[in-house]
């Protein structure tokens, strides 16, 4: 009985998995088509006004911010659980909130 009931319990973590690892691959390939309209129109931009290079540079700065802070969520997001689960920097938040 216990096995069955793990067995199930494995196959539902699995089929999970698996709709997370397909949510992830759409993201990607949005985030792909996203990041190619952006150059292209970067480069469109660049050849109206004769300044491709700046522009390029704005829209690279600009994913390179906007990967940086997404690489940070998970940091944050654990700091923010070590802090809350420290009595000492719980107690020190509250006060200087």
């Keep these: 009985m216990l ?3 793990l067995s199930q319990i494995v196959v539902q973590i699995a089929e999970e998995a698996e709709s997370l690892r397909a949510s992830l691959d759409k ?3 949005r985030h792909q088509k996203r ?3 952006a150059n ?3 480069e469109l931009l660049g050849r109206a006004n004769g ?3 700046h522009v390029l540079r704005i829209f690279h700065e600009e994913a390179q911010a906007l990967h940086s802070v997404r690489a940070s ?3 944050l997001e654990n700091a923010s ?3 809350e689960a420290n009595p000492f920097f ?3 938040s509250k006060e200087n909130a």
Excluded: Q, S, V
Aim: aromatic share 12%.
């Design 3 to 5: 096995e069955l009931r």
């Design 27 to 29: 993201y990607n390939l």
């Design 35 to 37: 990041m190619r309209e």
């Design 40 to 42: 292209e129109r970067a």
């Design 51 to 53: 300044d491709f290079a």
């Design 73 to 75: 969520a998970p940091e």
């Design 81 to 83: 659980a070590i802090g």
């Design 90 to 92: 719980n107690k020190w």
